[in-house]
C-alpha cells in the first residue's frame, strides 16, 4: 500500500512540477471571420504534457503558445489540447480589409484561406493581406 501511495506521489509531483510545456507547433491556417483574420494553431504534445492538459486545463500550455506570436495585438479565441485559435484586428475601409500581418517566434507551415486556399510552406511570418469583402 505504501508503495502504492509512493508511486501516486511520484506520478503527481512530475505532472505538476514539469519545467516547461512540450509542445511541437504543426501548421497555422488564416482566415478572415467576422471582422477579424483568425489565425488557428496545430500543435502536438509530448504524452505527460498531453496528460497534464486533460487533467489540469490548457492554461498550463497557454503561455508557450501565446508566445508564437511577436506580437500581442491578438484575443484568444481558445487554447486546447490539440489547437489554438487567436483573432488578430482588420481595418476594414470602402469595402476592402487590410492585415498587417504578424512575425512568428518560430516557423512552421502556414496557409492562408481566404477567398482561395494558399499554401505559403514554412515561414516565420503570417504575411500582410489586403483583400475586398465582397
Not at 80 to 98: K, N
Given at each position: 500500500m505504501l508503495r502504492l501511495h509512493v508511486t501516486l506521489l511520484i506520478a503527481i509531483l512530475a505532472l505538476v512540477l514539469q519545467p516547461a510545456a512540450a509542445l511541437n507547433f504543426d501548421s497555422a491556417e488564416v482566415h478572415y471571420c467576422n471582422g477579424s483574420v483568425e489565425v488557428k494553431v496545430s500543435y502536438t504534445l509530448d504524452p505527460l504534457t498531453a496528460i497534464k492538459v486533460f487533467l489540469f486545463g490548457a492554461s498550463s500550455i497557454e503561455d508557450d503558445v501565446k508566445a508564437l506570436f511577436a506580437a500581442d495585438n491578438y484575443t484568444v479565441e481558445k487554447?486546447?489540447?490539440?489547437?489554438?485559435?487567436?483573432?488578430?484586428?482588420?481595418?476594414?475601409?470602402?469595402?476592402?480589409?487590410?492585415?498587417?500581418?504578424?512575425?512568428?517566434?518560430?516557423?512552421?507551415?502556414?496557409?492562408?484561406?481566404?477567398?482561395?486556399?494558399?499554401?505559403?510552406g514554412i515561414t516565420d511570418r503570417i504575411p500582410p493581406l489586403y483583400f475586398c469583402l465582397e
Open positions: 487554447i486546447d489540447f490539440s489547437h489554438a485559435d487567436f483573432l488578430f484586428p482588420v481595418h476594414v475601409e470602402d469595402g476592402c480589409a487590410r492585415f498587417e500581418g504578424v512575425e512568428l517566434t518560430e516557423p512552421l507551415n502556414v496557409t492562408l484561406c481566404i477567398g482561395s486556399s494558399v499554401e505559403l
